[in-house]
């Protein structure tokens, strides 16, 4: 596996921790247990993830943020004290993913890793905050389910196709970056209306 293809699958990776970390830590673990993943050698330090622990604990964690990120404002508390959680996990799967012996290189990748997790969940938060505003729970339930199933399938599409992680990356970072943009908007818009009204 080329240096691309490790840095699109960690930027993947990174990513959609933003939106999902546990679920992204279960579902790596038990991909590796389940050998649906091959991993290299140089990936080996991702094995502590297939640990009954880690994905036992993982796994109640997403249950609880599956549920949680079902209710109304209950997903924006959530995300609120997720905002040091996903960063730091995206980070340290990041780090798992790239080559241990050169320290130049993990160093890039948990900077990297943790940032890209950041943005991620920056634009989630966001554009949650705004589908929020909505008075039926519908639309909350509609765009988390969304999430859900997105983050399961892109997750596996980067570890299925390295070549096309990197791509995978960018599309999600796109999507991130526009979610910051439309949520800055629908803000901007929804405090220029009170202010007007006042």
Not at 6 to 15: F, Q
Request: hydrophobic share 60%; glycine share 10%.
């Amino acid at each position: 596996m080329g240096v691309m293809e490790i840095i699109g699958i960690a930027g993947s990776v990174s990513l959609l921790a933003g939106w999902r970390l546990y679920l992204c830590v279960f579902a790596t673990g038990l991909a590796m247990r389940l050998d649906a993943i091959p991993v290299p050698e140089h990936l080996a330090s991702l094995a502590v993830l297939e640990n009954p622990w880690v994905m036992g604990i993982a796994a109640v964690a997403a249950l609880c943020e599956f549920f949680a990120d079902k209710v109304m404002w209950l997903d924006s508390v959530w995300d609120a004290v997720h905002t040091f959680v996903r960063p730091v996990g995206g980070a340290l799967l990041a780090l798992a993913i790239v080559d241990p012996s050169d320290p130049a290189t993990q160093v890039i990748a948990f900077l990297l890793g943790g940032g890209a997790a950041f943005a991620a969940h920056a634009g989630k938060a966001g554009a949650r905050g705004v589908v929020n505003t909505s008075p039926e729970p519908v639309s909350n339930v509609a765009v988390s389910t969304v999430e859900d199933v997105a983050t399961a399938g892109l997750l596996w599409a980067a570890y299925e196709y390295p070549y096309a992680a990197g791509a995978i990356a960018l599309v999600l970072l796109a999507l991130t970056v526009w979610l910051l943009l439309l949520a800055r908007r629908i803000v901007r818009r929804f405090f220029g209306q009170r202010d007007r009204a006042g």
